[in-house]
């Protein structure tokens, strides 16, 4: 199975900050075959870039992904008040498909 | 607009087998466009995958699970059904039902989810 480690556990910042989440994959992966999900307590995680790097509809362009073979990252660029949240990284292109444990993004 | 509604017993006891379906409105199931599939998650962690299919195609299944777990789609009914038998403890989860695109697409729709807890 891969294994997805994300750093930090939890990220402590204040609005209007920038954010860089980490995503270590513990063998390489095609990059086509990654995402990010953000996900609010109660709430079922919603899809914010797919293939690495391509947002999903309606995503602000405030979130960008990079990254390639085993390290990716997720950016927010300036955090708004709705982007304080979990955030998971998710491979789907190797089976079993497997997610990472998440980083909390929290109000500093 | 496309939903998905997972729906099923909130408390099953240990042994048991676990049954919850997922009814697809504003989209088919029979898209050739989508799979279809099962994402748990368990009180405090990340989500984990259970297993997807494509509606003509025979299921796939995180290994992990796959002696357990039984997929299918009902077209008639335009659902996707999710079994899983000798349930544990460890099997209390949040159950999602979600699409994925064929290709390099992600699961973009998620159902809201059906809290699950196994419990004598």
């Known amino acids: 199975d891969i294994v997805l480690t994300q750093s930090p556990g939890t990220l402590s910042l204040s609005p209007g900050e920038g954010a860089t989440l980490s995503c270590r994959a513990s063998?390489?992966?095609?990059?086509?075959?990654f995402a990010w999900y953000q996900q609010k307590p109660g709430q079922a995680p919603r899809l914010l870039i797919s293939?690495?790097?391509r947002r999903a509809t309606g995503i602000p362009d405030r979130f960008s992904g990079s990254g390639s073979g085993t390290d990716f990252i997720l950016t927010i660029s300036r955090l708004e008040p709705e982007d304080f949240a979990v955030y998971y990284c998710?491979?789907?292109?190797?089976?079993?498909?497997?997610f990472g444990q998440g980083t909390q993004v929290e109000v500093k | 607009q496309l939903q998905l509604q997972e729906s099923g017993p909130g408390l099953v006891k240990p042994s048991e087998t676990l049954s919850l379906t997922c009814t697809v409105s504003?989209?088919?199931?029979?898209?050739?466009?989508?799979?279809w599939g099962w994402i748990r998650q368990p009180p405090g962690k990340g989500p984990e995958w259970i297993g997807s299919?494509?509606?003509?195609?025979?299921?796939y299944y995180n290994p992990s699970l796959k002696s357990r777990v039984t997929i299918s789609v009902d077209t008639s009914q335009n659902q996707v059904s999710l079994k899983l038998s000798s349930v544990i403890a460890a099997d209390t989860a949040v159950y999602y039902c979600?699409?994925?695109?064929?290709?390099?697409?992600?699961?973009?729709?998620w159902g809201l989810g059906t809290k699950v807890t196994i419990s004598s």
């Open positions: 979600a699409r994925r695109l064929i290709g390099w697409g992600a699961f973009d729709v």
């Open positions: 504003g989209a088919s199931i029979s898209s050739p466009s989508h799979y």
């Open positions: 299919m494509f509606y003509s195609e025979s299921p």
């Open positions: 063998q390489s992966i095609n990059s086509n075959y």
């Open positions: 293939s690495a790097s």
């Open positions: 998710h491979q789907y292109g190797s089976s079993p498909w497997t």
